[in-house]
Nanobody, 126 residues
Framework: QVQLVESGGGLVQAGGSLRLSCTASGRSISTYAMGWFRQAPGKERDFVAGINWNAYSTYYTDSVKGRFTISRDNAKNTVYLQMNSLKPEDTAVYYC???????????????????WGHGTQVTVSS
C-alpha cells in the first residue's frame, strides 16, 4: 500500500505562486506515474498534470500549460506541482495520485490511478 500526503496549499492572491508537495510512504513510487488532479466545489475531479516514472514525460491540461510545472524527486519519494500566475479559477482542492503501471507517458484518466491523497485546498483571491 502507498499513502500519499499533500501539502503546500493555502490562500494566495491572483498572480501569486504556490508549490504543492506530495510525499509517499509505504513503498517507493519511483516506478509509478504520478498525477495531480483538482476538484472545485460542485464540479468533477479533473486532471491537472502528470509525470511518468523517470520524469522524461509530462503532460498538462490546457488551462495550466505555461503556468504549472510538475516534477518529482524519487530519492525523496515526492512529487511537486509548482503553480505560478495563479488565477481565481484555479481555486480547488488539489489531489495527488499514483498509477502503479509503468508507462512512458502519464495517463489523464482518473480511474487509472490506484492511490490518492486526501487533498490540499488552494484558494486564489481576485
Amino acid at each position: 500500500q502507498v499513502q500519499l500526503v499533500e501539502s503546500g496549499g493555502g490562500l494566495v492572491q491572483a498572480g501569486g505562486s504556490l508549490r504543492l508537495s506530495c510525499t509517499a510512504s509505504g513503498r517507493s513510487i519511483s516506478t509509478y506515474a504520478m498525477g495531480w488532479f483538482r476538484q472545485a466545489p460542485g464540479k468533477e475531479r479533473d486532471f491537472v498534470a502528470g509525470i511518468n516514472w523517470n520524469a522524461y514525460s509530462t503532460y498538462y491540461t490546457d488551462s495550466v500549460k505555461g503556468r504549472f510545472t510538475i516534477s518529482r524527486d524519487n530519492a525523496k519519494n515526492t512529487v511537486y506541482l509548482q503553480m505560478n500566475s495563479l488565477k481565481p479559477e484555479d481555486t480547488a482542492v488539489y489531489y495527488c495520485a499514483a498509477d502503479r503501471k509503468i508507462r512512458e507517458t502519464p495517463t489523464l484518466t482518473l480511474k487509472e490511478y490506484e492511490y490518492w491523497g486526501h487533498g490540499t485546498q488552494v484558494t486564489v483571491s481576485s
